[in-house]
């Protein structure tokens, strides 16, 4: 049981969602893994039970997540303390945070909806709010049904957007319409999706395209851009991401977030009743068929952990 030093809490972790990165990070296509073994996860949710000397940013009984990065406050680079890497994650029950880094947590969130947060959802809001902020009645299109796909998704909407989401299951694309989604394109029955995008919307673009497939697609999602639009970099799943690359129209790259966008994200999605999607949760012995589940591509949304 770790005990809160000077200006840490004591959580008792009650449930976590996985990323990509983690999936990332066990197969050690990552590098900054602490060594020679590591706790891994970035995202949860839990309860304070105990504080130690000096914190008075939270008191015990308190519902909070730790940001993935830790000690990251303000400006636009995290700090080297990224849990379930470097820093030892929050796949485990107890764990002892800087309190600093905690962010509450409003009760119109579940702790499984929570815990999609930190990592997924917060890069989903600086996506569409961060370097070029979303305005009501421009269009964001999105990549796929996972989390930062569907949380771009729902924080649009919410903010009086319109969506474009793509996905090579019909199945996903209808529960993606039961969030809002106002066009659907499977791009396995439809190879020439963003042809079919453009003759959706009346042969013009987006004004943000939440890139989640990284280098590879990036020629193709260039031209779904519209004049002032951008390309919000975000992920890397066919190989490698799309930071530095230049495909004529302007990409921005989206890492995560500090302490401050957190907590307006936290806010915003209490105010506009946003409930996270959380496809399936696995208690935590069952951590290995959770990450296999999530190499599969086979979910809607987040796959949770269930830490209690």
Request: proline content about 6%; charged content about 15%; hydrophobic content about 45%.
């Amino acid at each position: 049981m770790p005990i809160p030093g000077p200006g840490e809490a004591l959580l008792r972790l009650k449930a976590a969602t996985l990323n990509y990165r983690d999936l990332l990070m066990v197969k050690g296509q990552l590098s900054g893994v602490k060594e020679p073994y590591y706790v891994p996860l970035s995202c949860a949710v839990g309860e304070v039970e105990a504080v130690g000397e000096g914190v008075t940013r939270i008191k015990p009984g308190d519902r909070v997540s730790p940001l993935f990065a830790l000690g990251w406050f303000k400006g636009s680079t995290p700090t080297a303390a990224m849990l379930g890497g470097p820093i030892d994650g929050v796949a485990r029950s107890y764990g002892a945070f800087d309190a600093e880094s905690l962010c509450l947590i409003p009760d119109k969130l579940g702790d499984l909806e929570a815990a999609t947060l930190p990592c997924a959802g917060l890069t989903a809001w600086n996506a569409l709010f961060g370097p070029r902020p979303l305005a009501a009645g421009e269009w964001v299109l999105v990549q796929g049904t996972g989390g930062v796909s569907l949380a771009a998704l729902q924080w649009a909407k919410a903010a009086g957007g319109h969506v474009v989401i793509t996905s090579s299951s019909s199945a996903k694309l209808h529960r993606a319409r039961a969030l809002g989604a106002d066009i659907l394109i499977n791009y396995r029955t439809t190879p020439d999706w963003a042809a079919a995008a453009r003759h959706a919307l009346g042969g013009r673009g987006v004004d943000i395209l939440v890139d989640v497939v990284g280098a590879a697609g990036l020629e193709t999602a260039a031209t779904m851009i519209n004049d002032g639009g951008i390309i919000a970099a975000v992920g890397m799943l066919e190989g490698s991401a799309s930071w530095g690359l230049d495909p004529g129209k302007p990409v921005a790259p989206i890492a995560v977030g500090h302490r401050g966008q957190h907590e307006v994200m936290l806010a915003f999605a209490a105010l506009h009743g946003i409930r996270p999607v959380v496809d399936v949760a696995y208690d935590l012995d069952r951590l290995p068929d959770a990450m296999r589940h999530l190499e599969s591509g086979n979910f809607f949304g987040k796959i949770a952990i269930n830490l209690l």
